[in-house]
């Protein structure tokens, strides 16, 4: 297995260090950032595996980060690093997305556990797809529409367009409703109705061209979620 890489974002020097060479030590490689406004090139360039994110950083704060990271890499674990005061903005994380926290100071046999427990617990990072064959045509991501062969076209909404992507990311693998609205709508499905995903798949189907009864495209897979069929334009 290759090596797992973590982006450690920390602007206290002593304090990323340490975290730096904890990571280390539980054989993961590791990039570090001092500061906000470096962290929101890198992660957009980087490639990393989680991300330890520093909630107090000069040049952006780490709620901003979060914000990015959920908007360009809807599926990267993130933990946060928060000092033991920071109750307000330690939930507000987590509403926004993190996938955990630990609480300044801590031991290094803490931090890499709950590393290793949200790697653990997270999917594969999805590839992005940029185009779907799709029984009689395709699905343009870019342009959020479908084609058909008979020349017809529609469109696609933001949300249908985020769910078949990240389906289509997914080969093979079942997703379940909880997971399409952390990941693809970054919304905390706790307290959510998750009907909401049912409605969507439905009208997703529709435009597909895809018989609700006996689905051929997006599949429902029963007691998880959906899944997208093997597919053979």
Known sequence: MATRTLLVIEDDAAIRHGVVMAVRSGGYAA???????????????????????????????????????RREQPTLPVIILTAL?????????????????????FSVKEL?????????????????????????GCADFNRRELR?????????????????????ANPGRAISREEILTRVWRLDPKGLSTRAIDMQVARLRE????????????LTVRGTGYMLAARSA
């Open 31 to 69: 990039i570090e950032c001092s500061d906000g406004h470096k962290a929101r090139t890198m992660i957009t360039q980087a490639t990393c595996d989680l991300v330890l994110l520093d909630l107090v950083l000069p040049g952006a704060t780490g709620l901003e980060l979060l914000t990015q990271i």
């Open 85 to 105: 005061g920071d109750e307000r903005d330690r939930v507000r994380g987590l509403e926004l997305g993190a996938d955990d926290y630990v609480v300044k100071p």
């Open 112 to 136: 890499l556990a709950r590393i290793e427990a949200v790697l653990r617990r997270s999917p594969e990072r999805a590839s992005p797809v940029a185009e779907l064959a799709i029984p009689g």
């Open 148 to 168: 058909f062969s008979d020349g017809k076209r529609s469109e696609l909404s933001e949300r249908e367009a985020e769910l078949l992507a990240y389906l289509a």
């Open 207 to 218: 435009k597909l061209r895809d018989d609700g009864d006996t689905p051929a495209v997006l």
